[in-house]
Each structure stands twice: as C-alpha cells, then as structure tokens.
C-alpha cells in the first residue's frame, strides 16, 4: 500500500455473503481512502447484519473472523509471502506473464491425483479438462495423421529406406510445436494493447499466417547461400523475439491510448517480421527431404507427405501444449521454449545437410 495512506490493513473490510448454497458464495471487499470512522463501522455492521448469511470477515475498528482471508490483509510482506509459498494451491500473485486468475492447482498434483476429493468443486476442473484435452488431441491427431502411413506401409524390400529419417522427425517437430508456442505466446504479449484477447487472436494470428505464406514463398532467396541460410534465420528470429519481449511493455504503456486502427498497424508491424522469418523453415526442409530421399519420385512423395504429416501433429497438439506451459512457467518462458525448439531445429538441419553434402 502507497505510504501516504498508510497499513494495508487499516484500508480494506471483506464481507463474505455465503448465501444458501456454497456456488452462491460472494466475498465484497472495500477499500477506504481513509480509515473508516467508528460511525462508518457502525454502518457496515448494521448492513450487514441484514443481510442473511452475510459475515464480516475482517473491518478495520470491527470485528474479523480467523483464517487465511485475515492473515492476508494484516500480515506483513514476508508473511505473506510465506502464506502463498505455504498454501496447498497456486493463489499467488496474477500478472500478464501468467494471467490465469482460476489456476488453482500445479499440473504435477493433477497428474498425480484424480480424486474429486477437493473442498470446492471447480478446484483442479480446468486443469484436468485441459490435460484431457491434450491427450484427445494426440490421439485423434495420431489417428488422423499417423494411420494412414501404417495402412499404407510397404514392405522393406519394395524400395529403399531413407537414411537420416529421424533428423527429419526431429526437425519438423520442432517446427510444428514450436510455431504453435511462439504464436500463442505473442497472441497474449498482445492482447492488452489491443484491449481484447479475441481482436489480439485475430490480428496475431491473420499477420503471422500471411507472413508465413510471404516468407516461405520468398524463402528460396536463402538456398544460395549454402549451409548459412537456416542459421541467419534462426539467428533472426531469436533477435526479434527477444527484442519483441523487450519492447513490448514500454509500447503498450505509450500506445495504449492511440486509436484502434493504430494499435493494430502497430502489432502487424511488429509480428510481420517474426512471421516471414519463420515461414523460411518449412520450405527449406522440405527441399531436405526431397535431396535425402534421392532421385525416386514415389520415396519422394511419401517422405514429403510424413514429413507434413509429423509436422501437423505436433501443430495440433502444440495448442495445448503451450496453454500448459504458459500456465505452468509463464509466457515468457513459453516464448524462451519456442525459440529453443527452433534452435533444435536448425541444428538438425545443419548435421543433416553436412551428412547430405559429404
């Protein structure tokens, strides 16, 4: 609390109306300019006791009711600290880093356990519905994308295998999972600035898309250069999103009371260069796997379809995926991940392409 007004504790009342059922459950918290006169405590006392099921958990020259609620409110910075590092859920501070205000729970413990033994029942929802999710994502997708190929599986002694096959696997999961992080995470870098995280998808999503398709369709202006095109790449796309994670704030700060119009030019500004960067990585390692599969055009095509096929599954999954980590370690670190997929990435390509030119 800003000094001029003094304790924390001297400022804020919480009434907690706890109605008929335990859902109808509403906590009103007040907070004062001033510490509230004995006469303005006489008046809160007096309307809540209209009120049926309503309590004064804590008011400032009233009564207060022991537990976690009045702990918080009068406890000093580093008993609260100890409080929230204590506490049996997650009920730490929300930032934009991590703006999940009903992640109660550490993915570590709903893994671990099932039971629907929690005091309140919307504990752990979420974070279950979300693991769930992953996993009906994975199976569909592997359904989906992975069947076929098994279906379709020729024999051994019908044509040769391609050698270095799991560089590939490597490379195009990485970039499948990789995009979905760094796209989510620049979606919600962005969402304050733009005011809402639905104008944030649409406008982060639509610019990243179409320099995707302007980069890959330009990237064959880095096949000249040899073995340093993928490397100049990554290099790029590593300085612009540390540079985006950088400005970002102090942008937002400067831009937040510009026109709309010009908050979105703004963003699309920003994002059309992460995007033509990225879209050079999937065209380029296509042209690896059509050089590693030789001169057999139906190697050829069946390679460049798995290749497509590894790629959409991480993609698929890759929502989810982020949406865990973000809640888990933050956007930031989501965004860290992203690039180090990439770098994982472009060293793949590179041990390949030296195999390949050897």
Same mark, same amino acid.
């Given at each position: 609390?800003?000094?001029?007004?003094?304790?924390?504790?001297?400022?804020?009342?919480?009434?907690?109306?706890?109605?008929?059922?335990?859902?109808?459950?509403?906590?009103?918290?007040?907070?004062?300019?001033?510490?509230?006169?004995?006469?303005?405590?006489?008046?809160?006392?007096?309307?809540?006791?209209?009120?049926?099921?309503?309590?004064?958990?804590?008011?400032?020259?009233?009564?207060?009711?022991?537990?976690?609620?009045?702990?918080?409110?009068?406890?000093?910075?580093?008993?609260?600290?100890?409080?929230?590092?204590?506490?049996?859920?997650?009920?730490?501070?929300?930032?934009?880093?991590?703006?999940?205000?009903?992640?109660?729970?550490?993915?570590?413990?709903?893994?671990?356990?099932?039971?629907?033994?929690?005091?309140?029942?919307?504990?752990?929802?979420?974070?279950?519905?979300?693991?769930?999710?992953?996993?009906?994502?994975?199976?569909?997708?592997?359904?989906?994308?992975? /069947? #076929?190929? +098994?279906?379709?599986?020729?024999? @051994?002694? *019908? $044509?040769?295998?391609?050698?270095?096959?799991? %560089? &590939?696997?490597?490379?195009?999961?990485?970039?499948?999972?990789?995009?979905?992080?760094?796209?989510?995470?620049?979606?919600?870098?962005?969402?304050?600035?733009?005011?809402?995280?639905?104008?944030?998808?649409?406008?982060?999503?639509?610019?990243?898309?179409?320099?995707?398709?302007?980069?890959?369709?330009?990237?064959?202006?880095?096949?000249?250069?040899?073995?340093?095109?993928?490397?100049?790449?990554?290099?790029?796309?590593?300085?612009?999103?540390?540079?985006?994670?950088?400005?970002?704030?102090?942008?937002?700060?400067?831009?937040?009371?510009?026109?709309?119009?010009?908050?979105?030019?703004?963003?699309?500004?920003?994002?059309?260069?992460?995007?033509?960067?990225?879209?050079?990585? /999937? #065209?380029? +390692?296509?042209?690896?796997?059509? @050089?590693? *599969? $030789?001169?057999?055009?139906?190697?050829?095509? %069946? &390679?460049?379809?798995?290749?497509?096929?590894?790629?959409?599954?991480?993609?698929?999954?890759?929502?989810?995926?982020?949406?865990?980590?973000?809640?888990?370690?933050?956007?930031?670190?989501?965004?860290?991940?992203?690039?180090?997929?990439?770098?994982?990435?472009?060293?793949?390509?590179?041990?390949?392409?030296?195999?390949?030119?050897?």
């Amino acid at each position: 609390m800003d000094g001029r007004l003094g304790e924390f504790d001297q400022h804020t009342a919480l009434v907690v109306n706890r109605g008929a059922e335990d859902f109808e459950r509403v906590s009103t918290i007040m907070l004062f300019n001033q510490t509230p006169s004995a006469d303005e405590v006489a008046a809160i006392e007096e309307a809540t006791g209209i009120v049926p099921n309503a309590t004064i958990h804590y008011l400032p020259g009233g009564g207060s009711v022991e537990g976690i609620t009045t702990d918080l409110i009068v406890g000093s910075d580093d008993q609260v600290n100890t409080i929230v590092d204590n506490y049996p859920f997650e009920i730490g501070v929300i930032d934009d880093n991590r703006p999940f205000f009903w992640h109660f729970t550490d993915f570590s413990h709903v893994l671990t356990n099932w039971d629907r033994n929690f005091e309140d029942n919307e504990i752990a929802i979420g974070e279950r519905l979300l693991v769930v999710l992953l996993g009906i994502a994975a199976l569909v997708a592997g359904i989906c994308l992975w /069947l #076929p190929f +098994g279906l379709t599986r020729r024999r @051994r002694e *019908a $044509g040769p295998q391609v050698a270095g096959r799991w %560089r &590939l696997l490597v490379y195009f999961a990485a970039l499948g999972l990789g995009f979905m992080v760094v796209e989510i995470s620049m979606i919600q870098r962005f969402a304050l600035l733009l005011g809402f995280p639905t104008l944030s998808l649409s406008v982060s999503l639509c610019t990243l898309l179409v320099a995707l398709a302007i980069g890959a369709r330009i990237s064959g202006v880095i096949s000249p250069w040899k073995g340093n095109g993928i490397p100049a790449a990554t290099a790029a796309l590593v300085a612009l999103c540390v540079v985006t994670t950088l400005v970002v704030q102090p942008i937002t700060d400067a831009a937040l009371s510009w026109p709309e119009w010009a908050r979105i030019v703004l963003v699309v500004a920003m994002l059309m260069p992460i995007g033509l960067v990225m879209g050079a990585f /999937l #065209p380029t +390692g296509i042209d690896h796997a059509v @050089r590693a *599969a $030789g001169g057999d055009e139906g190697v050829q095509g %069946r &390679l460049v379809a798995w290749c497509w096929a590894v790629n959409g599954f991480f993609s698929v999954i890759g929502s989810s995926f982020t949406t865990v980590l973000s809640m888990s370690f933050g956007f930031n670190a989501a965004l860290f991940v992203g690039v180090v997929l990439y770098l994982v990435a472009a060293t793949v390509h590179l041990t390949g392409s030296a195999r390949l030119s050897s």
